[in-house]
C-alpha cells in the first residue's frame, strides 16, 4: 500500500472535489491511499481505522463461513464507500476486502471525524442514497442467477473482475458465486474462447472482444 504525499497528493485533491463530498474541512488529515491486486484493503474481523471512498479501480469483498470456507460475495467499484458500516455501527466489524485492480482511495480517519460525518445532513443523504442503490444491486444479483443464463452472468463476471484485460480469477471462486457446477463453467468459457471472446493464456484469459461481452453484460441491465 502506498500513501500519497506532497504534490501527488495535493493533485489527487483538486482533481476529485474532496470538499464536495465530505462538506467540511478534511484535507489536513484525509490520506489517498493507493492498493496493487490482490492487496488487503481491509482483512476481514480487523475494524478499520479509516472511512474509504474509491476513486479509482475495484475491489471484491469476501466472507469467511463457519465451516473454513471463503466465498466472495460482492463487488466495490469506483465512487463507493468502504467502512460505511463500521462508521454506522460501533461493532460492526467488516468482511475482506481486497483489491481486484490497481485501486486508490480517500481514507478518512473514522474516529477523528465520526462525529461530523453523523452530524452532516448532506454526508448521511449521500450515503442514504449509496447503501441504498447498493440493498437494491445485491437483490437484482440475486434474481439474476435465477433468471438469466450463465453465459450472461459469466460475461458480467469478467468485465467486474478483468485487470488490464487479463481475466484470472480462481474457477472455484466464480463456480460459488454464480451457484453453477464446474462443468459448466468450463462448458462456458470454452464457448467463449471458440467464440474469440477470449483467449486462453496459461491459467489466465486475455479478452479479445469487449463488445461481445458487453453485449451479454447489458442484458442483465436492461431486463
Known sequence: MEIYKGEKKQLYLKKNYIADLFSFPVEEFIEIQEYQRDEWIIKEGMRPDFLFYVIEGKAKIYVTHQNGKVSLINFINTNDYIGEMELLHEVYYTKGIQASTKTVCFALPIQRYRT????????????????????????????????????????????????????????VTICDYLGVSYRHLLHVLTQFCDKGYLQKEGRYYQIKQYHSLYELAERLKNK
Do not use: W
Not at 444479483?141 to 468485465?159: C, G, H, K, M, T
Open 116 to 171: 461530523c460525518l453523523l452530524e452532516n445532513t448532506k454526508f448521511l443523504c449521500e450515503l442514504a442514497k449509496f447503501l441504498s442503490v447498493k440493498a437494491t444491486h445485491m437483490a437484482a444479483n440475486y434474481s439474476q442467477s435465477l433468471a438469466f443464463p450463465l453465459e450472461n452472468r459469466l460475461a458480467d463476471f469478467i468485465l467486474q473482475t478483468a485487470d488490464e484485460g487479463v481475466y484470472k480469477e480462481k474457477h
